[in-house]
T-cell receptor, first 116, second 108 residues
Framework: DSGVTQTPKHLITATGQRVTLRCSPR?????VYWYQQSLDQGLQFLIH???????AKGNILERFSAQQFPDLHSELNLSSLELGDSALYFC???????????????FGPGTRLTVL | SQELEQSPQSLIVQEGKNLTINCTSS?????LYWYKQKYGEGLIFLMM?????EEKSHEKITAKLDEKKQQSSLHITASQPSHAGIYLC????????FGQGTELSVKP
């Protein structure tokens, strides 16, 4: 158990809908990262928040947005869902920001999103 | 092409055999992470290598970093069914960039 929690574990919805994925980082970690994993694209970085502020963006679609709240939990909002958005969504947390062993990212169990 | 290439893409070994997985980068490696993933589950951190020539071990898994070759290798000694899963290398670019993964199956 990494200490990172994600809810829900599974989500099935229809095209055009909007969903919210939730992540609680490990105790004491200030950084939260979101990733998308699909069979064709592999594991792709979406966005990084540190202590409530957006720090970096990756391959995140404009239909997707995220935020990190004062209690450090984070939510990833996916809207106008398309079939191609079906994937595993992971969040990870690290102590601070930057590189190195002390900022190792620990991953949650993921949310499997299925868009029908 | 991928910035991080892993080889092989998949591997089936007999229990007790040794195996090696490689991760090659098209750019300089400043930090390299190895994770293991059970199918459909989260990634488990194995180890991180920061310096050229660095070698780390965790139980029967050893990883090395060759900065000159921009490559890391993960070696498993005397493989067990519990080693089965997908092994992913990740490069530290301020954010993590991952390889496509190597799927390992261990036959009892």
């Amino acid at each position: 158990d990494s200490g990172v929690t994600q809810t829900p574990k599974h989500l099935i919805t229809a095209t055009g809908q909007r969903v919210t994925l939730r992540c609680s980082p490990r105790s004491g970690d200030l950084s939260v990262y979101w990733y998308q994993q699909s069979l064709d694209q592999g594991l792709q970085f979406l966005i990084h928040y540190y202590n409530g502020e957006e720090r970096a963006k990756g391959n995140i679609l404009e239909r997707f947005s995220a935020q990190q709240f004062p209690d450090l939990h984070s939510e990833l909002n996916l809207s106008s869902l398309e079939l191609g958005d079906s994937a595993l969504y992971f969040c990870a947390s690290s102590a601070r920001t930057g590189t190195g062993l002390k900022n190792t990212q620990y991953f949650g169990p993921g949310t499997r999103l299925t868009v029908l | 092409s991928q910035e991080l290439e892993q080889s092989p893409q998949s591997l089936i070994v007999q229990e007790g055999k040794n195996l090696t997985i490689n991760c090659t980068s098209s750019k300089t490696l400043y930090g390299l992470y190895w994770y293991k993933q059970k199918y459909g589950e989260g990634l488990i951190f194995l180890m991180m290598l920061q310096k050229g020539g660095e070698e780390k071990s965790h139980e029967k898994i050893t990883a090395k970093l060759d900065e000159k070759k921009q490559q890391s290798s993960l070696h498993i000694t005397a493989s067990q069914p519990s080693h089965a899963g997908i092994y992913l290398c990740g490069a530290d670019r301020g954010k993590l960039i991952f390889g496509q993964g190597t799927e390992l199956s261990v036959k009892p």
